[in-house]
């Protein structure tokens, strides 16, 4: 079983790691083609401002029907011009139809215009870096006073922007494995915080069964063991096998209130269906049930006396199971108080809230003991030696308790006595 959780975990990781680093993955690539995008459009502007720039500084006249432009003034393609303040690889005039009238720096292979627009051009590798050198290279009509006079056409390098992806790329590439790395550790950590409440639900679970079964082996061997005896031929005369089916009885019948014991534990977990909850009036039923409990208590002469309200106390509870928490808490309080004793049982009220005190001025119980004594099985070591009990029915009262949303707390001092408080949420009248 450790395995299996130990598995759980592990699938638990693997698949928030998995599902972590596909949204990491999608959101890195996602920011990298915007970054993309958003820079080249940047770009872009900038080149298409410096053409504008540059045809601003374009004449042209009409010489017998023809167009002439003029370039004198235009920078870079104009003789008596400023330079213009940037890296411009190749400057290129276009006439009207297309055709290449002038060009500085680099000769276009085609002397007849190709394409409009931008468009990203990449030279063979340079030797300086081994990296294909990008263009960006950028054709614009242009129009004056409604006129078409030809084409301009300007490249600059995509450098600075290629060192600014390439280093965003180093960025992803070292960013994106070690968020994933903290993914999975993260992943792996969570994993483990969840299964711990299962682990441990596990070892209740497991301790639990160890318990049952281990209280059920001691009784059905003695059940075998009585059995055997009276199968042996001509062993024992008849009163004597009589007194051992007599045991027989006494086991099974011990054996049968642990298994329905058991089996109540199985069934009530959890909160009450309201719709089997009655209206009880608890100052009635703890009257009924002190009668009960000072029934059983006379063979051990302990007084059991009842502190009652006069009205009524009314709360919302399944009569039968609420009996049974009290019949277990007076019993134990008759049980572990010696002869001569006083149990009281005590009933008041506090703001919406029903109080029952359940108390004994018996041995009381160790305070190491009291933060265990309401689990299954638990039983302290000092009473262990009596034969009837499982340890399963303060277990019980709590179940109960906390099915009908109230709550059981125990103050005791050992050899003083023990108060047993079970606080019930009240209805008022
Ligand atoms: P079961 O109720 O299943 O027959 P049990 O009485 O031993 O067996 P619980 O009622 O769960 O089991 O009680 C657990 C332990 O708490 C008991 O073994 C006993 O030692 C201690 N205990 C419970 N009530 C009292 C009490 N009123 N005074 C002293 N010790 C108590
Ligand atoms: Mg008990």
Known sequence: MPNLFQ????????WFTLSMGSILVVFAASVYVLEVRGRLQAFDTDLESKVRVMAGGIQYRLRQGRLQARLD???MLGSNTLPLNSKIVYARWYDDKGRLARFVKQQPSNRQITTL????????????NHQPLLLRQVTLPVWQEGVLIGYLQIAVPLTPLQQTLTQLRLLLTLGVPAALGLIALTGWWLGGVAMQPLQQSYKRLQHFTTNASHELRTPIAKILGQAQLMLMPNYEEESISR???????TITKGMSRLVGDLLFLARHEGPLNPENLERIDLTRLLQELTWDAAALAQNKAIKVN???PDQAVMVAAETDLLCQAIANLTNNAIKY???GSWVKVRLMTQGRSALIHVEDNGSGIPAEEL???FDRFYRVNTTRSHSEGFGLGLAIVQQIAQAHGGTITVYSEIGKGSCFELVLPRQLL
Do not use: M, N, W
């Open 7 to 14: 598995q759980s975990r592990r699938h638990l990781a693997q």
């Open 73 to 75: 003034h235009v920078p």
């Open 117 to 128: 627009g931008f468009k990203t051009i990449s030279l063979p590798v340079s030797q300086k």
């Open 243 to 249: 007194q051992r089916v007599e045991k027989i009885v």
């Open 306 to 308: 009842c502190d009652l």
């Open 337 to 339: 108080s010696p002869p």
């Open 371 to 373: 933060p265990y004594i």
